[in-house]
Structures are given as structure tokens and as C-alpha cells.
């Protein structure tokens, strides 16, 4: 039982910006929202976190709207090397937050195209 | 500084036998958690601790046991494989169980059970 909803994959080309929206109509009110990325044969890696509103790193800005219902992971100018499963994380399913249970959704594929 | 280390990287077993993947962290963090992940499943929570001494069930936790004797180590065991728990299990940990950490993931094993 899944608590997020992602698109299961997306395409883009090189030098645009993809957003990637996560669904998580039950979050829990302390509950953060992060995403990880995860490239072939590898681990998940964090990408960038957030409770509300905006945040910007190096590599990513997140958008969370004041339900916090659902998120937008946005990635700017993407090249080659964003090809990746893209995972957002909320937390536990069932409870109301913080009981460790950390549920992944299905992720999103991107395939970034010359 | 080695972060999470999972051992082995591959293993083929027969179906019947048991084995036990090593997962080990050196950053003292309070909670690690086992995932696996299947062609198109996404992770999925497999057992978690949210300290030594503590564990609990995920979404997946038939055929595997787990312990946490010490805060660095959380072997995965599995008593008797089966076919079906062929797939790529990654170990993750973090400071603490909430949801404002970041979770540190090992680089996977690989198990085929055949």
C-alpha cells in the first residue's frame, strides 16, 4: 500500500525542464516530502527535501502547494545523465507519521533523449 | 568514509538453502531498513529498526528474518529460498526513524535463487 502516486515514466529531451509531480493525498501533518534518484545498478541517492513551499538546491527545486496533497520535483535543463527512476518518499501508510515504516511508490522512469 | 556496505554483491542460491546478506554502517545512525526491488514493484519494505534491538515488518517480510544485535549491523536471512525471492535488496539507514532524514542506501545485492 503505497502512500504516493507517481507517473510511471516520462520522456524528455536534453536542455529542458521536467517536472515530475508526486500524489500523497494522506500525508501526515509532520510528515516531510523528500525524493531520490536512482540510476542502474545502483542505490537510491537523496536528491532534495521539503515540508512546504519551495525549496531549491545545486541540482533541483521542489514545489509543495499549501495542502501539501502532492509535490512537484522540477528539473532544470536536463541532460543525458538525469536518466533515472525518480522515487518521492512521504512515510508510513498508515500511521500518522514518524513510525519508521517508510513506504516507496512505484517511481517515475525518465528517459532524457539526445 | 564507507557509509552503508552490503555484502555479498551477487549470490546464486538453490532453492531449500538459506544464506544471510550483511548490511553495516558506520555512521551510527539509529534506523536501517531492508528493500527489495523487483522489474516494475519499485522498493518495497522488506523488515526496518528503528534502533538495536528493535525491529519490525514491512510490506513484504514473508521468508525473511531480521536482528539488531548492535547499532551497525542489520542481516537480512533468509531460512529457506525460494524462486520467488530472486530480485535486488538494498539496505538503507538514517539518523532516526522520522521523516526529515535522509536515507543512506547501500550499493545492492544481487540474489538469484534458482
Given amino acids: 500500500l503505497a502512500k504516493t502516486t ?3 515514466s516520462m ?7 521536467v517536472n515530475i509531480t508526486c500524489s500523497h493525498n494522506n500525508i501526515a501533518t509532520n510528515d516531510y516530502i523528500t525524493w531520490y534518484q536512482q540510476f542502474p545498478s545502483q542505490g537510491p541517492r537523496f536528491i532534495i527535501q521539503g ?14 502547494p499549501a495542502d501539501r496533497k502532492s509535490s512537484t520535483l522540477s528539473l532544470p535543463r536536463v541532460s543525458l545523465s538525469d536518466t533515472a527512476v525518480y522515487y518521492c518518499l512521504v512515510g508510513d501508510p498508515h500511521g500518522s507519521g514518524n513510525t519508521g515504516k517508510l513506504i516507496f511508490g512505484q517511481g517515475t522512469t525518465l528517459q532524457v533523449k539526445p | 568514509n564507507a557509509g552503508v556496505t552490503q555484502t555479498p554483491k551477487f549470490q546464486v542460491l538453490k532453492t531449500g538453502q538459506s544464506m544471510t546478506l550483511q548490511c553495516a554502517q558506520d555512521m551510527n545512525h539509529e534506523y536501517m531498513s531492508w528493500y527489495r526491488q523487483d522489474p516494475g514493484m519499485g522498493l518495497r519494505l522488506i523488515h526496518y529498526s528503528v534502533g538495536a534491538g528493535i525491529t519490525d515488518q514491512g510490506e513484504v517480510p514473508n521468508g525473511y528474518n531480521v536482528s539488531r544485535s548492535t547499532t551497525e549491523d542489520f542481516p537480512l536471512r533468509l531460512l529457506s529460498a525460494a524462486p520467488s525471492q530472486t ?4 539496505c538503507a539507514s538514517s539518523w532516526t526513524k522520522t521523516t526529515n532524514e535522509k536515507l543512506f542506501f ?9
Fill in chain 1, 6 to 8: 507517481q507517473p510511471i
Fill in chain 1, 11 to 17: 520522456d524528455s529531451y536534453e536542455g529542458q525542464e
Fill in chain 1, 51 to 64: 515540508y512546504k513551499t519551495k525549496v531549491t538546491n545545486e541540482v533541483a527545486s521542489l514545489f509543495i
Fill in chain 2, 87 to 90: 530480485s535486488v535488496y538494498f
Fill in chain 2, 106 to 114: 547501500g550499493s545492492g545485492t544481487q540474489l538469484s535463487v534458482l
